[in-house]
């Protein structure tokens, strides 16, 4: 057995009352893989993410964090999302604190670090994203572009082995999706392991080491950006991607 | 005699007592287990009783106050208490808290210029009559009307009477009068008097008195014997309100007796040279302030503290219940149960405290507790707690509201950064919520600073009792309420200008300058170390 995976996905199932958006999922993420999950609106991606956040408790199957389920009674929550961030489409920074509040009161809070461990390694991460002369803005002094790199290096400060990113560009206009996808690429070339739902197709063949296609709750197909993007097998993939494609 | 000018309150007293009825069925002993004899009365009631500031002729002391009361009412309760072998005490109370305070043993008799009507024989016991306010007529000395000896001779002659009161109605019992129209307060219809626009009015003996002495002009008629008007005793009659079987009741008839009808009128004299009289020439304000001021301050420092404390507790409250009622749901079957069962005595509570006046609140917890569980509470602490606990329900309320407009998300970002729901509360949603809810808080407390009037039910000498009291003894209800609303204006346009900076002051800078914030960036220059 070589590198046991990081996180294992198995036959995860979720419903929502009598709708089920999750079939029958199963993928595995290895350490410092890049996987984009691609996909129709509504096949179920964000569902999956925030499965895996816990953000949902899934209807069956099980999830393993470094072959251990995260599904077990003994688990504690904070710690597991605490090593598995999450960066949203709308942001979610904290209204009421200030830029450089955001990024150290988590680590303060459930990492324990103290005060000036915290404000080095924040601004360490601000300055990586370009966002350090706004240290003592408040998010609704932002803009949308400036508020995602924030969100970035506020879940990047937890030092988390995983980091989710649910559709992180969608909310923004044109001229600021690059700063966003800049960084996520320049974070891809450190090492760290990401899962990204996203629609920039570009983005998926470019930076993700697999990708990722969902369709009515189940993986339709998955392979390398060339497979997917080069040579797709599955109607329903080809069909997608034609419309993705056309439309760019 | 029957008290005018507090009929609004009426309904309220028979709701009190009803309520308290169901208490009524336990003896309660004596209140004062000690030596002493607790008279309860409004102290603002001249020249019944009043309050004034020095223990100057025979005054004693307000109980739990710098204050002392005085009037015909006093003098009387020192006679009873004196019979009885006690050391008499005052305890001032608002005309509705009179009959609670009695039947739940707070104090032992009232003395407060009451008549034994029927309605409140059902739930306390009177002793024979200690003064007949028989009716009168004041008319001007040098009048043809001065020699009346009988209401008869009032044939043709201008009369009027106070508003909305049975003087006014007798005065139909005078065949060929002409009945004026009703005025508003004695020193108006004095002034019509001496100015012959009338030629005289009917009042209580007490106001006939006051009158000659007040003015020089003025008598008042002595009428003979079955000539004079006919009255109710039930209007005229004023007896000491004792509970139920109280076994004193025999000894202080007996005391009464003893008492000359020469005697009474003695001492009504006494008390009505003795009432407080404010000066009529000069500046209305100034005299009122005068005379009053250390009573008006002290009736608002009273009110500031109720609201003040009581919008502080109540919020502290308000914030556990709003983060105990958004606790997620837990997993496990037994801390489900738990927590339904929780959240439903949190919203019983929230329920019962707005869902019932604050007035009857008070009356419960204060003399129901005294009554049920003999539960001695003072009556600042009742008070307090009343409006603590009335306006944590509220504020519950209202931060609730305030935590479920937090966007969604705000959660979701905390708990996926692996925040506990209280860590989220503290840190991130409550600043959000207690900011949003802040202009309903201060809401809450100028409500507050209104509506604690309502505690002079449990004898808290509140900024409106105050007033009450400097209205009932000097007449001027005008001016006196005006100055009370002038004072209650100056509380809470304060406070609302305080809460509005303090929410500015929360907001920080409206904008963002980079250039600015580059220099702080500067300056700390931990980044570049690591
Ligand atoms: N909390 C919920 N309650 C009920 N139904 C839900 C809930 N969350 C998601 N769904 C449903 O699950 C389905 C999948 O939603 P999901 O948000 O996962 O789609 P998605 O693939 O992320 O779509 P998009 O690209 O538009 O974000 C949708 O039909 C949605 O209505
Ligand atoms: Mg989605």
């Given amino acids: ?248 | 005699m029957k008290k005018h000018w507090v009929a609004r309150l009426g309904v309220l007293g028979l709701a009190l007592s009803l309520l308290l009825g169901g208490f009524a069925a336990k003896p309660v002993n004596a209140a004062s287990d000690d030596n002493t004899f607790k008279v309860g009365m409004e102290a603002g009631y001249a020249p019944f009783n009043w309050t004034q500031n020095t223990d100057a002729n025979h005054a004693v002391k307000i109980q739990g106050s710098h204050e002392y009361a005085n009037g015909y009412d006093v003098q009387i309760a020192r006679k009873v208490a004196k019979a009885l072998h006690k050391k008499v005490v005052v305890v001032k109370t608002s005309w509705d808290g009179l009959p609670p305070a009695l039947t739940s043993g707070k104090i032992d008799a009232i003395i407060a210029g009451m008549s034994p009507t029927p309605d409140r024989r059902k739930t306390i016991d009177f002793t024979n009559p200690y003064y007949i306010s028989n009716l009168t007529m004041v008319v001007r000395k040098d009048s043809k009307y001065a020699k009346a000896k009988s209401i008869a001779d009032f044939k043709g002659a201008k009369v009027t009477a106070q508003l909305s009161t049975y003087h006014y109605q007798a005065i139909n019992q005078i065949k060929g009068v002409v009945k004026e129209p009703a005025m508003n307060d004695f020193p108006a219809m004095r002034v019509a008097l001496e100015s012959g626009t009338i030629d005289g009015y009917v009042s209580e003996v007490p106001e006939g008195i006051t009158a000659e002495r007040a003015n020089p002009n003025l008598m008042y008629i002595h009428f003979a014997k079955g000539q004079g008007f006919k009255t109710d005793a039930s209007d005229t009659n004023l007896a000491i309100g004792l509970r139920k079987n109280d076994p004193n009741k025999a000894k202080i008839n007996e005391l009464l007796a003893t008492i000359s009808n020469k005697e009474r009128a003695r001492l009504m004299n006494e008390a009505v040279d003795n009432q407080p009289s404010t000066e009529k020439s000069g500046n209305w304000f100034m005299a009122i302030m005068k005379q009053y001021g250390p009573m008006l301050l002290r009736g608002t420092g009273m009110t500031l503290l109720l609201a003040l404390v009581g919008t502080l507790v109540g919020f502290i409250i308000g914030l556990l219940v709003g983060i105990i009622r958004t606790i997620p749901k837990p997993k496990k079957l037994g801390q489900r149960g738990l927590r339904a069962v929780i959240n439903w005595l949190l919203s019983l509570y929230i329920e019962v405290f707005r869902g019932t006046p604050m007035i009857v609140q008070a009356a419960v917890l204060y003399y129901g507790a005294a009554q049920a569980w003999h539960l001695n509470m003072d009556r600042t602490t009742a008070a307090l707690l009343i409006v603590s606990i009335n306006t944590g329900a509220y504020i519950s309320e209202i931060i609730r509201g305030g935590i479920i407009s937090v966007d969604e998300g705000q959660f979701e970002a905390a708990s996926a950064l692996g925040m506990t729901h209280l860590q989220t509360m503290m840190k991130v949603i409550l600043p959000q919520a207690v900011r949003n809810s802040l202009p309903a808080v201060t809401n809450e407390f100028i409500v507050n600073i209104k509506d604690t009037s309502v505690l002079s039910v449990i004898s808290v000498s509140e900024l409106f009792f105050s007033g009450e009291t400097i209205a009932g003894q000097s007449f001027q209800f005008f001016h006196t309420y005006l100055i009370v609303s002038g004072i209650y204006l100056i509380m809470t346009f304060t406070i609302s200008r305080l809460f509005r900076l303090i929410e500015k002051h929360l907001d920080g800078p409206k904008d963002y300058n980079v250039m600015n914030n580059q220099m702080q960036v500067e300056t700390p220059k931990i980044g570049t170390e690591s």
């Fill in chain 1, 1 to 248: 057995m070589a590198d046991e995976p990081l996180i294992q996905v198995k036959n995860l199932k979720k419903s929502f009352g009598n709708h089920e958006v999750l079939t029958d999922i199963n993928f595995n993420v290895q350490a410092g893989e890049v996987v984009s999950i691609i996909g129709r609106s509504g096949s179920g991606k964000s569902t999956l993410l925030r499965n895996i956040n816990l953000l949902e408790t899934p209807t069956g199957g099980d999830i393993l964090f470094h072959g251990k389920s995260i599904l077990g009674e003994d688990v504690k929550l904070s710690t597991y999302r605490a090593k598995v961030g999450m960066v949203f489409q709308s942001f979610n920074l904290f209204n009421n604190m200030t830029v450089l509040q955001n990024v150290m009161v988590p680590q303060q809070t459930v990492l324990k670090r103290d005060a000036a461990a915290a404000k080095t390694h924040a601004l360490e991460l601000l300055k990586q994203v370009g966002m350090d002369p706004f240290i003592a803005a408040k998010p609704d002094q932002l803009s949308g572009g400036q508020e995602q790199r924030v969100a970035i290096a506020r879940a990047e400060a937890m030092d988390p082995e995983v980091l989710l990113f649910d559709e992180p560009t969608s909310a923004l206009d044109p001229e600021m999706v690059d700063d966003v996808l800049n960084t996520m690429t320049a974070l891809a070339h450190t090492g760290l392991t990401m899962i990204i739902v996203t629609h920039e197709m570009a983005f998926a063949r470019d930076v993700s080491d697999r990708v990722i296609f969902m369709n009515n709750g189940i993986i339709a197909e998955s392979g390398t950006p060339d497979q997917i993007f080069g040579n797709p097998q599955q109607t329903a993939t080809k069909e997608f991607l034609k419309r993705y494609l056309n439309r760019v």
